[in-house]
Structures are given as structure tokens and as C-alpha cells.
């Protein structure tokens, strides 16, 4: 809704703020008010924002204080919603980080370092993040999850000699956080796998011919 100021266009504000600010027709609003109106309608579009965000997924703190910032959102007014966010369990960075190390994980598709990286990069700290690895074990199934995501991207390079083979896959295991022991050893089982398939069977007895 708009509000109007000697006849001429001021500010638009959401009817949740007018009612929320108890603003009325024809009341005379001086620069305080204004100013307080402007920063209750900001909170309340930053708060409506912030809970779209947290509809579609779990966010930490700092992952929400900065899409909020890019939303052109002025700091007093994130810090505010964050912090009632916070009040309200909508924002937990324990569980958060649960949610993105359980995610990953279970996909198998990045190994420990990367998804320490991540955690770090959405703004948990290094002792959390330690008090996590050691609770889900993260690092003790990368060779398994390096295995299972070379095998699915082996086919893909079926035809190269092996030191191609062997630079495409290492590179492709590296960025997606596998240690080099994890990627050593997928990557020695998958030649292995596709030598033993691609070999010529025996010839035949001649007897049988």
C-alpha cells in the first residue's frame, strides 16, 4: 500500500506493517514516524524473505546474512531478523551443518575435504566442524564413496590410454575432496575392472573348429 504525503507518493508499505505500526487514513505522520514505518516495513520484507529462503532448505546464519545482503537489506535490519530467527529455532547452525553433512554423505558424491570446506564456507567454525567429523566418521568411508563415484564416471572415458585416464579421474576425485590415498586406490581398482573387461577371450581349440 502507498502512503501519500501532501497529496503526492511517499513510500510503499506492506498492510501488515500499517497495522502492525497502527497507521490510519488521513493520520499525520512527522518524520519520526516515517522513519520508524520505513524500518518496521524493511523488517518485515527482510523476515519474509529470510523465511522463503528457509522454506526451500536449511541455512546458516551466514549463508542467510549474506542473501540478505544482496537483497540490498541494510545490516541493522538483518541482524534483527536473524536474531528473532535465531529466538525462534528457524536459524541453528548445529543443525544446519548436521543437515549438510548427512546430505552429502548419503549422496556420496564429495569426500571429506570438500565437505569440510563447505561447512567452513557457510560460516561453521573449526571446532564445530571437528566435533563433526568425528561424530558421522567423515573421512573413514572415502575410499568406498571414491570408488562408487569412479565407477560411475569410468564408462565416460572408456578409449583413453591409461595416463589420460588416470589425470581425467584423479582431477575429477581431487576437486570433490577425496584425499589422494582414496583416489590412488579407486582409480587403480577401475583399470583394473576395465582391463579385465576389455581383454580378448581365448582363442578356440583348433579341435573345435
Given at each position: ?163 589420460t585416464y588416470t589425470r581425467r579421474l584423479s582431477g575429477v576425485l581431487l576437486r570433490r575432496g ?32
Amino acid at each position: 500500500m502507498s502512503i501519500d504525503i501532501d497529496g503526492e507518493f511517499a513510500i510503499g508499505v506492506s498492510l501488515d506493517t500499517l497495522a502492525h505500526e497502527g497507521i490510519f487514513v488521513g493520520q499525520h505522520l512527522d518524520q519520526q514516524h516515517i522513519d520508524r514505518l520505513v524500518a518496521s516495513d524493511n523488517y518485515d520484507r527482510a523476515k519474509q524473505s529470510a523465511l522463503r529462503l528457509l522454506e526451500i532448505r536449511p541455512r546458516s546464519l551466514r549463508e542467510l546474512t549474506d542473501r540478505l545482503r544482496q537483497k540490498a537489506y541494510d545490516t541493522t535490519t538483518i541482524s534483527a531478523v536473524c536474531a528473532r530467527l535465531t529466538e525462534a529455532g528457524l536459524i541453528d547452525d548445529h543443525a544446519f551443518a548436521t543437515y549438510l553433512v548427512e546430505q552429502r554423505l548419503r549422496t556420496a558424491s564429495r569426500g571429506s575435504g570438500a565437505i569440510q570446506r563447505d561447512l567452513y564456507k557457510h560460516g561453521i567454525t573449526k571446532d564445530a566442524i571437528s566435533t563433526l567429523s568425528q561424530q558421522h566418521d567423515i573421512g573413514t568411508s572415502d575410499a568406498d564413496h571414491a570408488l562408487l563415484y569412479a565407477r560411475k564416471l569410468a564408462n565416460r572415458l572408456r578409449g583413453l590410454d591409461k595416463a589420460t585416464y588416470t589425470r581425467r579421474l584423479s582431477g575429477v576425485l581431487l576437486r570433490r575432496g577425496y584425499p589422494m590415498s582414496a583416489v590412488r586406490a579407486a582409480i587403480q581398482t577401475c583399470w583394473a575392472e576395465r582391463t579385465e573387461h576389455t581383454e580378448a577371450p581365448p582363442d578356440s581349440d583348433p579341435e573345435d573348429r
